[in-house]
């Protein structure tokens, strides 16, 4: 089946260190979309790439789209506490579904 | 964040009632979704409503039933649940079926007793 893995699941990092998780499908995605979830909360929408190799920027967030368009990568550059919540990417295999990566919960330590 | 709304926010229920939880969306969306999100398990895609159309079906239990009158509302009638029913249901709205960014709300977190 179409599947998207993602990990780590779990990362903790150090305030101020930097916080990356990767999302990786075994067919070519049509584009990915990625997630933020807070504690108690749902997910909020960040960012869709389309373009192979293609890399967009918000602030200290880094998503990049590989050539391959299999996968894909969320850095974080030196986080905070407000980073803190779990990530999700979600493929789009271009067949009108979306299927979303098992999510990597991140908790920064002060 | 309010263009998705979800009532109740939190619902306990035995096994034996019938509750609904209610989804409205103020987007201006054409398509409405239902997940279910637990914890051992990833985002879990329930049902689709395009243009008020049933379009997706996951091998979803008939103890849930969803509606979907317009465009701008959804129900997910529930009866005779299980315990591992317990979870939370996030309903999402996006413009439509081929435009996909995922719009959430926050959600109804039910406990089944």
């Known amino acids: 089946g179409q599947q998207v893995m993602q990990i780590p699941q779990y990362q903790h990092v150090q305030e101020g260190e930097d916080f990356t998780t990767y999302c990786n499908s075994s067919?070519?995605?049509?584009?990915i979309q990625w997630y933020k979830q807070r504690p108690g909360g749902h997910p909020v929408f960040l960012i869709q790439l389309v373009k192979s190799g293609e890399v967009k920027k918000q602030k200290r967030l880094t998503f990049q789209f590989g050539e391959a368009k299999k996968n894909s990568s969320l850095h974080i550059t030196a986080t905070q506490t407000t980073d803190v919540g779990t990530y999700f990417c979600?493929?789009?295999?271009?067949?009108?579904?979306?299927?979303f990566g098992t999510g990597t919960r991140l908790t920064i330590i002060p | 964040e309010t263009g998705v709304t979800q009532t109740p926010r939190h619902l306990v229920m035995g096994m034996t009632n019938k509750k609904s939880l209610k989804c409205e969306q103020h987007l201006g969306h054409n398509a409405m979704y239902w997940y279910k999100q637990s914890a051992k398990k990833p985002l879990e895609l329930m049902f689709v409503y395009n243009f008020k159309e049933q379009t997706e079906n996951n091998s979803v239990p008939s103890r849930f039933s969803p509606e979907c009158p317009n465009s701008s509302h959804l129900f997910l009638h529930l009866h005779t649940l299980q315990p591992e029913d317990s979870a939370l249901y996030l309903c999402a709205s996006s413009q439509d079926r081929r435009v996909r960014t995922q719009y959430f709300g926050p959600g109804t977190r039910l406990t089944v007793l």
């Open positions: 979600a493929g789009d295999f271009g067949n009108e579904k979306l299927t």
């Open positions: 067919t070519t995605l049509s584009n």
